[in-house]
């Protein structure tokens, strides 16, 4: 009536992708999100590409905002931030709305 107890052993397994689209790292690190192929997460209504970048594991907001982003356990000031490869000065002010080109 019982089953005899089987056992498998696996081997390591190692991830090199995204669950999502939209999303590939660079050798050097960089994370590169691309919001035309990100799409719609669940739970989000619309594509929001500041929400997206929060849902990523070692990102967090300290409040409801989206400014001042800490990723992996960094300050918002160690973050260099690209918007279509133009860089962001402070993405902390004035809630994403202002650039510095």
Known sequence: MYSEEYKVSLNEILIINYLINGIAK??????????KSLGILPGLTEPDM?????????????????????????????????????RICNSAHFFWTHFCI
Do not use: C, M
């Open 26 to 35: 660079e050798k050097k690190g960089a994370v590169i999100i691309s919001l």
């Open 50 to 86: 500041l929400q997206n970048i929060q849902l990523l594991p070692g990102i967090k907001s300290p409040n409801e905002t989206v400014s001042g982003l800490h990723i992996r356990r960094g300050t918002p000031d160690q973050n260099l931030i690209l918007f279509d490869g133009i």
